[in-house]
């Protein structure tokens, strides 16, 4: 099991030097870059722009030089977790990013384990109960939640709580808590606005992952093993959770493998419409005015966060499935 | 044996409705089961043997039903109806496992991959008796000893999927009796084995019944198994029973129709079919010399793997024109593998296969080029297991049966048309169904239409991978018949690779018994089968269920 992991682990480094590369490919591509960028806006508002001023800007920022030297200038400094200095926040990116990297973690750790918690038994009951009205209310309800964009259902939620129950639900804290030290009242404020994200980010892969659990159990459930097991006498809904559920749940964990990158993909833009602080905004923000450093660790810390979700999948598939375990 | 009947069934009827219409699976079946004996259920697919088994513990698959009748189960203080239990509820669990227990066909995956051995065996004791954890951890090793598994503690950790499939059947068989029933169900319990393992399962099963004094349900196929372990037999046929009869009765005076008429399809596989007149001067077609197949089985650090797995060990065959080859072998023998690097499916790591084709120089098959081998698959063809699976269930018929022509030769469409519509009643089957998808047929016509696409481009040598494994007997001597009058008509050859040894008897001239990838004995068919030289291939003949119970140890003189 250690060597499993260990291994596992191992891998993940050459994935991880490969999204360090594809992040700084991604921020290299548009044309132009930070300092461009900041000449337009300047000029835009009308004054005159000094070229010296520019060069000796791209001079500081090392902007001229050859990208490959470029890249190893910047992924060295983050191995000594220094992740270069933002352009346009004039801040260290270490500073900017941690606190909305860790609010990005959390939300998609609590919308994870909502979407689990909420698809599961609904995926159990509707393939044990397969073509009863119970399947086929959540097999309707799924396939309207898989097809709504989420900003949509993210812009009506705030249109109905605003103007029918007068609600603030933007953000992730009141006003009152937002630099407040923690303490118990403000994780409960927390919570008070965290479900509107959890359940908009969730929705879409939550009625994916129920059809999911749906097919795979239905698949598992007229399998030999189970009827051997009914034929000993196990009584129905213990028969049902303890075999086919089981196996049936491999495939169910694996998906955080993909449930993962969907859910951070999808908390950029309910985030940009809920004016959530996590990373998502910031980034946005970052690409637009193409404030490279920030913006590379932006992508590179989502990548990482994957890594370690399928990770913990993988460890977690190891210890339901013998099969994974053993061979 | 006492007289007592344990369980009655009586007027069992059995039905399933699929869309508007209504299949009766099992229709107005009645019989008894007395303490101690066993009683065979035999019949083809589809005859409503299996569904008569699960009815007994209530297992019938959704959306059949029983529609009528009654299972009396005497229980020793009065009789139980398990008709009126109903599939759920506390009553029919008493049932299932306690009084009847069951084990199925596929020792593969009737066993939890994800749960031990152990843990199923000590749940379904638990289920059933108020004992501690401990005491049915010890009587589940005890179990595992008397199935004759191997180091009983140690296996109860372990998992489905590191045991072979003999040893997941001796599991199964001790988790079935792990709460002493009465009654056993045995549905094809043996049908996915090897004969060998068979055997040994068999008498297993028929040891266990003596000490026991427990009755035995045993539904199966083959006549020969029922040979050798019926007490009494009921032949089924269309979900109807057909005939009930004591085995030597049964074998020796059958009553009905259909029962002489599956006795004697079992019959004529017992002695070879007529043979055309072998030419005096053997002209070889194919000649394998030394072939040899490794897999790498680690990755090996840095350059060589240091282990293989030598799927062919060395085989050197000859196949000489207008005959007929068999393999046999058990699985993993490596007989499926050799009939695959023929035709390169499988690159040889060593050794060759010289071909001499009706024109030209011999090549060498396990070297040949892309080019070489496209021309050879005009030549060399291949038949199947599965009529299920080698089909293309999106290609009709006639593009099914014309795809090698459009490939290996420039027929138009006019002269493919016309080819198609000859090989299709050559092969027994209506020349206009060519625009028909395979699952409008069954099994054995599936099969002719794999034959038919075969001998579409007038091959010499054609590979048959267990082509009739997959069929009822009474469809495997038409299929056989079938394949012999087209290598007299085409002069064919044919290397036939089957487990079973009866086809191989009465089919093929010559045949070559394998064993891990090599070949143990190589001989003329009669030769073989009735003074086998080698000990591996006596243990394999002799394990063979004979459909004679005269033949059985314990049989009446």
Known sequence: MLIFILKRVAGMIPAMFAISILAFTVIQLPPGDYVSTYAAQIAQTGEAVDSAVLANLRERYGLGENVAVQYFKWIGGIARGDFGQSFEWNQPVTELVWGRMGMTALISFLTLITMWAVSLPIGIISAVRQYSVIDYLTTTFAFLATAVPEFLVAIVLLYISTMWFGVSVGGLFSPAFENAPFSLAKVLDFLQHAWIPILVIGLGSTAALTRIMRANLLDELHKPYVEAARAKGLPEGRLVLTYPVRVALNPFISTIGWVLPALISGELIVSTVLNLPTAGPLLLQALKSQDMYLAGAFILLTGGLVLIGTLISDILLAISDPRIRLS | MSDETILKVRNLSVDFPIQKSVVHAVRDVSFDLKRGETLCVVGESGSGKSVTARAILQLVAKPGAITGGQILLDTGSGEVDIVKLGSRGLAIREVRGRRIAMIFQEPMTSLSPVHTIGHQIVETILLHEKISKEEARKRAAALLGRVRIPEPEKALDRYSFEFSGGMRQRAMIAMALSCNPEILIADEPTTALDVTTQAEILSLIRELQR???????????????????????????????????????????????????????????????????????????????????????????????????????????????????????????????????????????????????????????????????????????????????????????????????????????????????????????????????????????????????????????????????????SLRHQVLDLMRDLQTEYGLSYLFISHDISVIRYFCDRVAVMKNGKIVEVGDVVQICERPQHEYTQNLIGAVPRPDPRLRADAPQ
Do not use: C
């Open chain 2, 211 to 473: 000490d026991r004094g427990m009755a035995v349900l045993f539904i199966t196929h083959d006549m020969g198994v029922v040979a050798q372990i019926a007490d009494r037999v009921m032949v089924m046929f269309r979900g109807e029973k057909v005939e009930e009869a004591g085995v030597f009765d049964l074998f020796e005076r059958p009553q009905q129709a259909y029962t002489r008429a599956l006795l004697g399809s079992v019959l004529k596989l017992e002695t070879p079919a007529p043979r055309p007149p072998r030419p005096v001067a053997e002209k070889p077609i194919a000649k394998i010399e030394n072939l040899e197949l490794h897999f790498p089985l680690n990755a090996g650090f840095m350059g060589r793997p240091t282990n293989y797995l030598k799927a062919i060990d060395g085989v050197s065959l000859t196949i000489n024109q207008g005959e007929t080859v068999g393999v046999v072998g058990e699985s993993g023998s490596g007989k499926t593998t050799l009939g695959r690097t023929l035709l390169r499916v499988y690159d040889p790591t060593g050794g060759q296969v010289m071909y001499w084709p009706s024109n030209g120089e011999p090549v060498d098959i396990a070297t040949l080029n892309k080019a070489g081998m496209k021309s050879l698959y005009g030549e060399v063809r291949m038949v199947f297991q599965d009529p299920h699976s080698s089909l293309n269930p999106r290609m009709t018929i006639y593009q099914t049966i014309s795809e090698p022509l459009r490939t290996n030769t420039d027929m138009t469409e006019r002269q493919m048309m016309d080819r198609v519509s000859e090989l299709l009643s050559r092969v027994g089957l209506p020349p206009d169904i060519g625009d028909r998808y395979p699952h409008a047929f069954s099994g054995g016509q599936r099969q002719r239409i794999s034959i038919a696409r075969a001998v579409a481009v007038r091959p010499r040598l054609i590979i048959a991978d267990e082509p009739t494994s997959a069929l009822d007997v």
